[in-house]
């Protein structure tokens, strides 16, 4: 068998372990309970490794808020020493089978949507979205609001969750992929589904009257909502198929604001980066261009299973958010059929007739047609402090791409 | 003033009313309760007026199913003995400020959706949405299931709406638009909307638990919920629209599976038909196309306000009801701009860029582009005693636009 006919076998066997996953929510639970690896005293964070003195403002503003937010520290001085002393141990999400929105930041204490693919039994986790503390806002509202779903919402979904038996994700994402959502940044029809489903369980499961209607609020009106569950699902479907040998295919995007990078099957442990691009959209009122952090969040996972870019030409609602006609959302997610191995069969999109979402990115493809995948994202500001600043499209450097093909040639061909 | 000076400016006059429309859902109430003119013994039925002997299949089956719901009659043949006898008023839905899906039959225990023009005052109501008994089914499961909206949903959902003070219908409506709903067979985005802004009240307004607990999973899981409310949404629109001196605008388009009857705001009052259509499109599994009975339905108000067809490029997910492809369905929109006075400002569809929909059906423009109204709509079978076999496209006959425009120039040129 030539090595070009050992990697398009080993790409259809991460293409049929990734079409095949059946992520199902089974809990929300604290994370110091349900993490692997999550010690005291230690940050989670997106994106590849990075030093603390070369993070981003956005993510050393979400760390100085993760120290305030489990008592290391008691004012933000306090938690910029501490920070600085190396005390605090920092490593990525991507190594404990976890997934965070922009900055990503997670502590014990913080309550995560616990995902399990029932077609592989692996686990995986991601801490739920809000639009101040993981964008760097380590204000007293913004640490409020954490404690808010550690206190009241988080425990309350748990209950609900558990009593439900888990929840199937598959055929609700599939729905939302016909109601307009893309699962990255467009998630209000997945959120609405979500709601609809937990809230007569969550009447139901002996929960004092205040926390259900508390959380009944924050269900059925938070647009975000299911951001979480989606880069959860997302995570969990992708994993099996990490370690293939020789495939080409990527099993991870991710970025801390400082770099981008790109995890591959046949790479596995693995990561290729280069600088984080700037990301191209709109901004809220008050912003400027100059604002703006660089790319950043383990939220292209969603990508990286087939949605957000890739599905965002059934998703024009999200152009209000990041810019651009809807015929380019059609080209875009068009486009990324040319740099994947196949589609799915169970994510369709009827803006283009029912076809299935481009699955599976070769880097092999990348490189040779000079396409990289479309993103849609939010934006944080570039210092410390800050909530969300606007949103848009961005793309990746095609050096991660060609650096990991380099790499791969080397390994194989070698 | 020439005449086409006093139409332009007329047409101007209604659309404006159109537009400035705020429907609000002020309370679920049972019919005899709130519809003006509605007597014991009647039958409101769908479409323009007709004679129990030329009643379609489907309307009869509905007609005897409401006598069987209300104990006029104990069985079936007692009941088409009653309805033969002439016994029982039979009057169109739209002669009461009100609108009925399919065969749209409405009796005094029927409960409906009050909805009320905060900009202008009037009230208008539709009956809960199903998916049998407004077929023709008058089985003991399908008058179960009226019964169950009778004395446990739609009174649950009653107290609820009034706690609230009334839930604006236009926002929602908005929102639905940029999640792939187009207001008339495709509504899962504003149904779910809906659950979810009602659920925290339910829980709150001191409802047996049982009682909350149905009626969350009836309103979380119906992918037609909204439908009931969108048609009485667009109907409390349009009357403020009737009866504008020398407007050739349409104010409502609605059909009894006989005969399609349009009604004109310069000639209020009067009814412009031609024999009912054949809809094109699915049929679900079983049913052959001579089983399909022929248009039927007060849903058509949709399309009046500038929904339903003329939104359906916005959604393409409908198409796996209606068949049809995604370009087309583009096309039936734009097309529908050829045909109306102007486009509304609130009701926007992304996958056009965020124009907004064709609003103000011109009878003039019909006429001369020899364009009529793309509506989608579900199929009824020819027979009474069916649920819903079906769904698809229907344009409406031409000569119902042609004689109202004879009729129009014999009025204001005669």
Known sequence: MSLRERINAANEEALRRIVAADPVLVDVAPASEVIPGLRDRMILHSGPPVAWDRMCGAQRGAAIGMCLFE??????????????????????NHHHATVGPMAGTITRNMWVWVVENRAFGNRAFCRQVESFQQFGDYSAEALAALAKWRDIWGPALGAAVRKMGGLPLKPLVARALH?????????????????????????????PKEQVLSTLYYTGNHPFLFLGLSMAAAKASMDPARGVEASTVVTAMARNGTEFGIQVSGLEGEWFTAPAPRVHGLLLPGWKEEDAGLDMGDSAITETVGWGGFAIGGAPGILAFTGGTAEQALAYSRDMRTISVGTSPDYLLPALNFEGTAVGIDIRKVVQTNTVPVIDTAIAHREPGHGIIGGGIVRPPLECFSRALARFSEKYQG
């Open 71 to 92: 008592g290391w520290a008691n004012d933000p001085a306090e938690a910029e020493r501490l920070l600085n002393s190396g005390e605090i141990a920092q490593e990525p």
């Open 179 to 207: 109601m307009g959502d893309e699962m990255h940044n467009r998630v209000v029809a997945s959120s609405s589904l979500f709601a609809n489903a937990v809230a007569p369980v969550l009447v139901d499961c002996g929960l």
